[in-house]
């Protein structure tokens, strides 16, 4: 039987393509299959057109597939970073927390040393032992927050450089503190804050 020049029509078309007379016109007013007259089509050229649109909806079923699982997967990663970055936050929040509590536990052990200064310079007899001793004060309480601000740059700074600390010599490198050999520690905090205003 020769089949390039047959045409059929819409119920032959559908039984051999397995679609309904209704499908077949849809698909003729879309331009899928092409018409000979009214009714009629060619059976090689509609088989051929549908094979190709079956493969190239095929085809776009699948990369729509990927496209979802590729948004599905993106979704997810930002949820996770979101988690990751609400815990980090909370964290953080916690770790300065710690550090304040750390500095604050630093003043209220070593603060009682101004007040043993002035108890023993007013033994001795020693003038202005109230000055002299609320200057020490002073520099004890800006000592404390001194080294609280250094802490928590030296945290920034080890964040930043993805640097885990875990001693006081990783601590004390990101501080910068500079003690030299006999121990100096140079200034008197007031003065060190006065010199680095001005500077």
């Known amino acids: ?26 698909l003729a007013e879309e331009g899928v299959f ?18 190709a649109t079956v493969a190239a909806g095929t085809e776009t079923d699948d990369l729509r597939q990927e496209r979802i699982q590729l948004m599905r997967a993106q979704r997810r990663r930002i949820e996770l970073d979101n988690v990751i970055r609400e815990g980090t936050e909370v964290d953080l929040s916690f770790q300065d927390t710690i ?19 002035f108890e023993d310079l007013r033994r ?3 003038k202005d032992e109230r000055i002299i001793a609320g200057q020490v004060e ?5 000592l404390r927050h001194e080294g609280e601000e250094k802490m928590l740059a030296a945290a920034a700074k080890a964040r930043k450089q993805g640097i885990i600390i875990t001693g006081f010599d990783d601590l004390a490198r990101l501080v ?15 003065r060190r804050t006065t010199k680095e205003k001005t500077a």
Not at 138 to 142: G, L, T
């Open 1 to 26: 039987m020769e089949f390039k020049g047959l045409s059929v029509s819409a119920r032959q078309l559908g039984t051999v393509l397995d679609l309904t007379d209704r499908r077949i016109r849809q």
């Open 34 to 51: 092409p018409r000979i007259e009214r009714g009629q089509y060619p059976l090689i050229d509609c088989i051929q057109s549908y094979i």
């Open 99 to 117: 550090i304040g509590a750390v500095a604050m536990w630093w003043l209220l052990q070593i603060r009682p040393i101004a007040t043993w200064l």
């Open 138 to 142: 002073n520099w004890i309480i800006a």
């Open 176 to 190: 910068g503190s500079k003690i030299d050999d006999s121990g100096n520690m140079g200034e008197p905090p007031s």
């Open 124 to 126: 001795r007899g020693v």
